[in-house]
Structure formats: structure tokens, C-alpha cells
């Protein structure tokens, strides 16, 4: 591409986010752009002409000729978000501007392997666009979140713990010759990380902590997902905490967070007790019961993963962790012993902004992120490329 | 200001940016923007005007007339790269593509307070000046590293534990009526940060761990310093390590890996054991004479701190750790131990590609870095802005 190709891109995408941010006039993208008038006719009409924004009157008024209103199309332009989790793959169709138009939630195993997994979900996908009218060519994006470790910049799966084959597997390959929307794929705490910041306009630095079977971290700032040199970052289950050298994680190392204040684990710790628990589930289930034995684990386990998201907060010194996972719906059992351990621990500069709070968007975290990544790429210049090549 | 001005500051910056990327002649700008040629000749001569860059003739060549070649301003536009230590100020005068004009270092007690070290400094600045035959009115920045903690958006310093007298303090005002360049502070590791990243071309997130009296680290990604919400991000030094309950930090907490695994806390260690260390230069000099029990110290620490980096590196996946401050000097006690536990701790996704190394730049990490971020900032928008006003 040349480097005025790349400019012009550059220039569309800018045009394009200015009205996702809500600018409907051609003035208005003229003044905040600089661009001629001229200039800004030419583009738009370019962007009006491949379906990624529409024109409408609106209401005349008394002075006149009604203003013409700009904004993402609405019709012929919808992307897919997928939320794939380890037994159910959630699918919703959007517009660009985020009302969902159709959503479905189908089960599924995930260590059936990659190639019926997603022969399943394009099925399934391929249903929900039927059932909400719009032919295959009106997705612009799909986006994708996995349950396991992705190099994001290829879609590849990486040494999952728990997808059984599809290690190495690079998704959008699949989709290759099935569907013509560029395919996004990202660890789904990523996806929920991105959701849950796009619900918070005053937060800058946000990191979105998963626990549930096991934990995990997504890290935001300024919008952009941080996933680090190998797309690893935010892989903070194997931190280990003090003073549980005893506990064997399946990573073969021991005092790994995840193995000692999981989900998981604080069910494996009732088991031993006597108390009938066999996942992340069963405590959620104990705990709102009142079983004391059950909130005591839970609350240790806090403190454990107070005492990680300490260190975190004095190296990042977010404004805003945010817990999810099942987990996570413990509330008030979860919330006290985090908080306290990191205010024992991290430095009072780093702690006097930041907000730990419980998830905003609950389940709908993963799907919500995914969606805002496809548009997220679509406005991008490589995404407009696409749309107008 | 306007949308249109701020465009304008924009394209600007662009295209000083890209001269000092290399760019010698108007025709590559025109090129690389996609800016028509008249608009090129436009902001150019304003820049030119300004004093920013320069157009120099070459040497004619037999194809006709010499194309001339454009470079950032060598003359009259300098910034000053100021490096504050405890006991020390490093002052360079630079010219804008990075060559040092002239440097001093000077004696000083930052425990004598905000005045008293700000007037010396600012005469220290003057005599160098001087020196090299500039005038005030050719510093166009001056960037400033300091020992403490720092809110690098205004430039105070917020409870900073060695810097008595100067919590609270706001720098940049103390410079107000009598320098006219903008002023920017920020922490000494940051600096540093800044600086290993600049000599560093194929990384993209690194993280500089200094290891002398204290420990300490800065975060850099995309070549900008990762500051969090409140300046505070990288302040390692507090993180718990685990096994060390019993070592109370001069925080008030306990098992801080600075009171673990600092340069005082092993100096400290072998006073304890009846070897006579008061500081870190204490244990470099021990270490290098071959003292086993100084070795051995050391080599605990290094896993100490190596734990910690563990924790970090599956956190934010970075591909570059540099490892400075006294106590790096020590290269083989300090790398195999720190690499060892990294390694162990850490998920192979996240260390395949992480390098653990020495500070390339030594002392100079911090003047550099400085240098660098006063050249960032004159050639972003804001800095064009104040150019050109």
C-alpha cells in the first residue's frame, strides 16, 4: 500500500469514529478535521457508498431545508460477536452503533476440537442471520472470545489448559472460504475486560479480574486491550501467593493463585471438609445458603487474591479492577477482603483512586467486548480498508 | 483552540516527527502524509521560521541543482536534560537530533529542600549554558528526573521517601519567571525506562528494574512511559515477598522486597553477619573482591527479586527487562538467579521471547531518557504548539 493509500485510510477511519462518537453533520466532520469541505463530501460519499454510513433527513424545521443526519449504517452493515465459553457458545448480530439484533446462546463442549466446534458455531451463526434477515454478505466483522491463551495478532490458540485440540489451531482459517468478514479472535477475559471498560467513560486504566473455575486478568488502557510481546499479558493465575508452598497446581509448580483461591480450589478445600462441592458453582450455591464453612474459604481465598492484585496495583496503578467471574457474584464476601488486603499492602498512591467493584455487565461481559472489538476494527484503517477495497 | 488549529498542530508534529525519523527532503513528507506539495512547502516554512527545523544545500552532484536537505534545528534550538539524584545533578544541553553540547555534574543534598536545590540547580544550568555559547531563549524544553515519586501531568513531587521537604512540591512552578521552555518531571526510573527503550529498536514493552538502595521500575510501552492513574506505576518496591514476614520495611509493612532484596537490605544483611557494608557501593566492591558471604547474598536476592519479576512478567508479558542501578553492575551474581526464577515461575507463552539483560546505558539511562522525553514533547502537538505560538 502507499503511503497516500495509508492516508486516506487513515483520514476515513477518522471520519468514521467522529460519527460512532456522534458528529451527524458533514460541517461538523469539517471542522474537527481540518479537511475541505471538498474533502470531506469526497470521503463521506466514499464510506456512504460501501454501506458503512448512511445519510437520512431528519424532521423539517421552520428555517428550511431539513439537515442531513450521518451515521453508521444500520442496515446493511451488522457484525457477529461470539462468546465461546468451555459449554456454550453465545452469538449475538449488532449494528455497528451496538443495538443487538438477534442473540443466541447454543450448547457445546469445547474439547470436541476445534473443527466441530466451529462447524458447529458457523451453523449456528449462519441460523441467527436467517432468523434476523440479514444475508451473510452484511457481516463486516466477526470477533471471537476463546477460553484459553490466543496470539491475537494471527487468531492462533496457544497451549490452552482446558480446549482440548486446539492447541496451535488459528481460528480465522477455519473461516476462511466460509465467510468474507475478517475474523477476530481474543481470550475471552480480554473480550470481557474491553466490555466492561466501554461501560466506564471515566475510567482510563482498568483491569478486569476473572475468577471463577480458575483466574485470570484482561488489562485496558486508553481503550486498547495490553496483551504484551506473545498476546500472554494478564495470564495471572500461576502467581504465587505466600505461604501455600503445599499446594500443587496442575501447572507443576505450587502456590500458583489460581490453584489456591479459585473457584476450583475453594471447592476442593470443602470436599476435604466433607462438604459436598464439586465446582465453582456448588460454593456460589453454599455461600448464598450460609454455609460458614463455605464463606470462610471464600473469604480466605479474597484475602489470597487481595494479596496478588496488591503487587498489580503498585506496578500498573490502575483506576478501576473489576471482578467477574461465577465467583463474583458473591459480593459482599468477595469485596471486604480484597479491598482490605490492598489497601494493607500497595502504597497510598496508588491506592487512593482505585475502584475495585463487581462486574457491571455480569454474563454479558464476553459478548458485549467482542462486539465492541469488531467495531472497534472496523473504524480502524484496516478495517475500513476492508469495506472499501 | 480549535479543531482546525489542533489539526494543524497535528500535522505539524507529523511531519517534524518524520524529519526526525530521517526524512531530509519535502518530497518524502509529501509522500509519507500524503499532503499535497503546496501544503508540505507551507507548514514546513512555518516550522523553519519558528526555528524547529532547518533546510541546508548539499553537495552538488552532477545531475544539476543540489537538493537540499531538512533536519531538526541544530542551533538555536536545544533542550536541557536534567538528572537529580540524592546526592547528585547531572545537567546535559542537547541539540534536538540528540548530540550532548556540553554536561556538568554537580554535588548537591536533595534533603536541602525544593529552594534551595532548585536555585543550585537553575545557576548549574545557567554557567553550562554559558558555557556552551546558547542563550536561555534556545532551551526549548527542560525535562527533569527526580528521585521520588511524581503526578507527571503537573510535575509535583507526592511523598517521595528520600526527598525531605518536598512532597507536594510543584517543580515546574518554581522555573516560572525564570526559565520560559515548559518543564517536565517525572521519576528518575521512568527516565531511565525512557532511555533503554531509545537504544532498543526492536522492543515494544519494556520494563527497566533498578536494583541500588532501593528497587524500583519503569514501564514503558510503544514508546511511551506507562505513568497509571496517579504516576505511581512501577513502584515495585513494596511488592511482598514470600518467606520474609519477619523483615519490617521502613513502610510499615513486612516482607517488601526493597527491605528483602535492596542493595541497603543485603548491605544490611552483612552487617548483621559481622562484615563491615554501610551502603550498596558497599557490596559491589565485596562482590567484586570475591567475598563469598557478599556473593551468596546477593544471589539470594537476585532470586527474591527474580520471584517478583516472575509475578510481573506473567502479568504484562513484556520482551525486554533491563536490569540497572549499583547493584547491576554485577552481571553473572544477578542475571542467572533473576533468569532462574523467572523461568521456573513464569508461563512459557509469556517467557519464550521475554530477554533479561543489563543496562545497555549505565549511569546514562536517566540523562538520556530525560533527553528523550523533552524531545517527545516538543515534537507532539502541544510542544509544536508552544513553538509556533
Chains 1, 2 share one sequence.
Not at 470521503?43 to 450521518?70: C, F, K, Q, Y
Not at 448464598?288 to 463455605?294: C, E, H, K
Request: proline letters at 4%; glycine letters at 12%.
Amino acid at each position: 500500500m502507499t503511503a497516500a493509500a495509508d492516508r486516506q485510510l487513515t483520514s476515513l477511519s477518522e471520519l468514521a469514529g467522529l460519527v460512532a462518537g456522534g458528529a451527524t453533520r458533514r460541517s461538523q466532520l469539517a471542522t474537527a478535521t481540518g479537511l475541505s469541505r471538498a474533502a470531506v463530501a469526497q470521503r463521506v460519499d466514499l464510506l456512504i457508498d460501501r454501506g458503512l454510513l448512511v445519510e437520512t433527513g431528519t424532521v423539517a424545521t421552520e428555517r428550511g431545508r431539513p439537515p442531513l443526519s450521518l451515521q453508521l449504517a444500520s442496515h446493511a452493515a451488522v457484525v457477529c460477536a461470539v462468546d465461546l465459553g468451555a459449554t456454550h457458545a453465545t452469538v449475538a448480530i449488532s449494528e455497528l452503533g451496538g443495538a443487538v439484533l438477534a442473540e443466541t446462546t447454543e450448547d457445546l463442549d469445547i474439547n470436541d476440537g476445534p473443527e466441530a466446534v466451529l462447524t458447529a458455531l458457523d451453523a449456528q451463526i449462519g441460523r441467527l442471520l436467517d432468523s434476523a434477515g440479514h444475508p451473510a454478505e452484511h457481516v463486516r466483522a466477526i470477533s471471537i472470545g476463546v477460553p484459553g491463551p490466543v496470539e491475537a495478532s494471527t487468531g492462533t490458540v496457544v497451549r490452552p489448559p482446558i480446549m482440548r485440540g486446539w492447541d496451535g489451531y488459528r481460528v480465522p482459517g477455519f473461516f476462511a472460504g466460509r465467510r468474507s468478514a475478517p475474523v477476530l479472535v481474543d481470550n475471552d477475559v480480554n473480550m470481557m475486560a474491553l466490555g466492561e471498560y466501554g461501560h466506564r467513560p471515566a475510567t482510563a486504566h482498568l483491569l478486569y479480574v476473572k475468577v471463577g473455575t480458575g483466574i485470570g486478568c484482561g488489562i485496558v488502557s486508553g481503550g486498547v486491550v495490553h496483551r504484551g510481546a506473545t498476546g500472554a499479558a494478564g495470564d495471572i493465575g500461576h502467581i504465587a501467593v505466600p505461604g501455600h508452598d503445599d499446594v500443587l497446581c496442575h501447572c507443576g509448580n505450587t502456590g500458583c493463585v489460581e490453584a489456591v483461591a479459585s473457584g476450583a480450589a475453594v471447592a476442593a478445600r470443602l470436599r476435604a471438609a466433607g462438604v459436598p462441592a464439586e465446582h465453582a458453582a456448588d460454593v456460589v450455591r453454599l455461600v448464598a445458603a450460609g454455609d460458614p464453612l463455605a464463606r470462610r474459604q471464600v473469604r480466605l481465598a479474597a484475602q489470597r487474591i487481595g494479596d496478588v492484585l496488591a503487587s498489580l496495583v503498585s506496578f500498573y496503578n490502575p483506576d478501576t479492577i473489576v471482578l467477574g467471574g461465577s465467583i463474583a457474584s458473591l459480593h459482599d464476601d468477595l469485596l471486604a477482603d480484597i479491598r482490605a488486603a490492598v489497601y494493607r499492602r500497595a502504597l497510598p498512591l496508588a491506592t487512593r483512586t482505585v475502584a475495585i467493584e463487581t462486574t457491571l455487565l455480569g454474563r454479558r461481559a464476553g459478548i458485549e467486548g467482542a462486539r465492541r472489538l469488531a467495531v472497534q476494527h472496523l473504524l480502524s484503517p484496516a478495517g475500513i480498508a476492508r469495506f472499501i477495497g
